[in-house]
């Protein structure tokens, strides 16, 4: 083992020690402190990477589970609880009582452990595994590469157009790839750097001629998208997850692309053209994509069975997570749950033999992915329950409110420094994970609407994956194409923030009110 290793092992076990060793603040349970104190150990942990993300949310998992279990000074059954049996006396008690009190102790610590395990019984944690599993089928059958070639071949005539492609191609495979990795680093990435190539752009000799501005488009485009559908980036399911306590109402995906529409189809419109003004390509006319794309489709012949039913099952699961059937027919029946809905398509592509149950078992991000949404759900419902969040919601609020500022000020303020903070991440999942429920607690105790709040701290978890190379697991794939410097990298992430933070904010503003959604 390593020094480093080493290093990060203490640093991990020396933050949940600290807990134990100094009292719990004013107004916070020790038992909530001791939870917390994991939680900032896992959320570290993720940052160091000392295992794989899912053997750290594991981890999490159990020693919550330890935590929960052995916290003496709480109203919660635990192992002291049955302990206090061996000092009774059985002269006292009969056996029978002493066995039925046994009995009960060991039954609600089985109802605690089911408590902590609660995040894989959640729903949106299925529908997460189930979509990314169906999205390796859009890679396997190549529809996601007929998709593009085929927009190439028709539209990609500039190098704007060709941006614009790339917006229309992660617009159509968004819903059902929650993937950004699939998405962008499977199906767009290869595919812009070929294009890049064909037409003559070196990374090395020739960046700016096309593909500087093709790659770094690729990468701001498919962070604008993520948020338009519920389902077309795995942030937007845990953000809607770690806010529905507070919240008390659950966004349906319907209700979700509607609120979206408008703001995200304006930034997804905005985006080619800011990187376009920013950094213009040398090449402006591209006659040579068309022949490339139709180079392309011809080596890929006739679209084949499995691409049809591809094509048949995205069809299916866009229109039941709509609920298009429903309000055609209104019988119940045909009214799905999204859950339910993505595993019926994973189904029928199963049973029709377009995925293998190997397919299924080899997909390791809808396997990593189930881990650390299941953990990270429970983690944030039991500091949600012990009052963690809403101690630390209170701190956040008193700092904010010391400056005396417009309830609509303090909104936008809060929604900037959770945006921003994302310089200080190297991971989505930690960055939410750490701030959004305190933030989002803060936001609605200083009179932010609930819904609104939520729409817009929504939005900043998909448009702070833009900031740097680093941001997010897709960013070091297509910063590696070496197209881009770091210099340009980051200031197209922050120019792009701006302004589509800017979007959302004063076009959802106005779309929001008008849908009544505050």
Known sequence: ????????????????????????????SSIGWHL???????????????????????AGVSVSAIVIGISPSEKWINIAGISELARWNLLEHTPQQWFETLQNQVVKIALKEDAVLGGYKSGTTWLVFAAFAMSTAFVSTGLGKRIAYLLIRAFGSTTLRLGYVNACLDLIISPAMPSVTARAGGIIYPIMNSVAVSLGS????????AGHYLLLNTYMVVKTTGYLFLTAM??????????????????????????????????????????????????????????????KLAALGKIKRDEWWMLGVFALLLLFWADIPFHLTHITALKLNPTTTAFLGLGVLLISGVLSWGDVTAEKSAWDT????????????????????????????????????PWFISMILLALIYLYAHYAFASTTAHISAMLVAFYGAGIALGAPPLLFGLILAAAGNLMMSLTHYATGTAPVIFSSNYATLGEWWKAGFVTSIVNFTVWVAVGLVWWKVMGYY
């Open 1 to 28: 083992m390593n020094t480093k290793k080493l290093i990060h092992y203490a640093i991990l076990v020396a933050i949940i020690a600290l807990t134990y060793i100094f009292p719990a603040p004013t107004g916070l």
């Open 36 to 58: 917390f104190g994991v939680y900032v150990a896992t959320i570290v942990a993720i940052l160091l990477k000392p295992f794989p993300l899912p053997v750290i949310l594991l």
């Open 202 to 209: 070196d990374p090395e000799k020739s960046p700016r001629k």
């Open 234 to 295: 795995a942030p937007n399911l845990l953000a809607m997850n770690l806010m529905e306590p507070i919240l008390h109402i659950k966004l349906d995906w319907t209700q979700w692309a509607i609120a979206a529409s408008v703001p995200g189809l304006i930034c997804l419109f905005l985006t080619p053209l800011v990187i376009y003004f920013i950094y213009p390509p040398e090449i402006r006319e591209t006659p040579d994509a068309a022949v490339f794309a139709h180079k």
């Open 370 to 405: 189930l881990i650390w949404f299941g953990a990270l759900v429970m983690m944030a419902d039991w500091l949600n329950k012990l009052g963690v969040v809403t101690y630390f919601a209170g701190q956040i609020e008193g700092g904010i409110e010391a400056l005396a500022l």
